[in-house]
């Protein structure tokens, strides 16, 4: 069974700071990994990984994959009280299109 | 900017009635997809639909569920009679041909069943 872990859980730091989030995986014919932020409702697309060792950047936030090791991490930058959210990690594997994603975690940024 | 949509934003419905939840996907995209989310819990993936037809499906996915493409705009989800445990929330998402895994999300339907 495909499976998708990310840590931490929650996590509370205060505005300005940089935040490291991580997920790992563990699927059979690994395809993508994708990054969500979500708010209040719909999961909201950051980035698609494909390949080890390329950053993908997005004003503050940046994303790499691992793929010898089997994760990625997302960065947040200068974080603001707008990054206040849950992150997901999904995992699309074995050639099928089903996304399967982690617990996410909860972010939170005290001004 | 394109989005994909969803009605109505939030359904109460009595246990054993029928329900039917409505998306409109972006409209160049071809590969639609139907996620649930119970509250506290993971995203969890339900059915994907291309070429007027269901491609993959998840074990939750029985046969209570079904989806429908009735025209070129919407793509929807039937649950046939709904039980205690269908209360989600009911995200749809769909995907262009040439980027097929990045998928784009409503903003969801929260179902409540009594």
């Known amino acids: 069974e495909d499976k998708v872990v990310q840590s931490p859980l929650s996590l509370v730091v205060h505005e300005g700071d940089t935040v490291t989030l991580n997920c790992s995986y563990e699927v059979t014919n690994f395809r993508s990994l994708l990054w969500y932020k979500q708010e209040k409702k719909a999961p909201t697309f950051l980035f698609m990984l494909?390949?080890?060792?390329i950053e993908k950047k997005s004003g503050r936030l940046s994303s790499i994959l691992d793929k010898k090791e089997l994760f990625s991490i997302l960065n947040i930058t200068a974080t603001q009280t707008g990054d206040s959210a849950i992150y997901l990690c999904a995992v699309e594997a074995g050639g099928n299109e089903k996304l399967t994603f982690g617990t996410g975690t909860r972010l939170t940024i005290i001004p | 900017e394109p989005e994909v949509t969803q009605t109505p934003s939030h359904q109460v419905t009595q246990m054993g009635q029928e329900v039917i939840l409505r998306c409109v996907p972006i409209s160049n995209h071809l590969y639609f997809y139907w996620y649930r989310q119970i509250l506290g819990q993971k995203v969890e993936f339900l059915v994907s639909f291309y070429n007027n037809e269901i491609s993959e499906k998840s074990e939750i996915f029985d046969d209570q569920f079904s989806v429908e493409r009735p025209d070129g705009s919407n793509f929807t989800l039937k649950i046939r009679s709904t039980k205690l445990e269908d209360s989600a929330m009911y995200f749809c998402a769909s995907s262009d041909q040439g980027a097929r895994y990045e998928q784009y999300f409503g903003p969801g339907t929260r179902l409540t069943v009594t």
């Open positions: 494909t390949s080890s060792g």
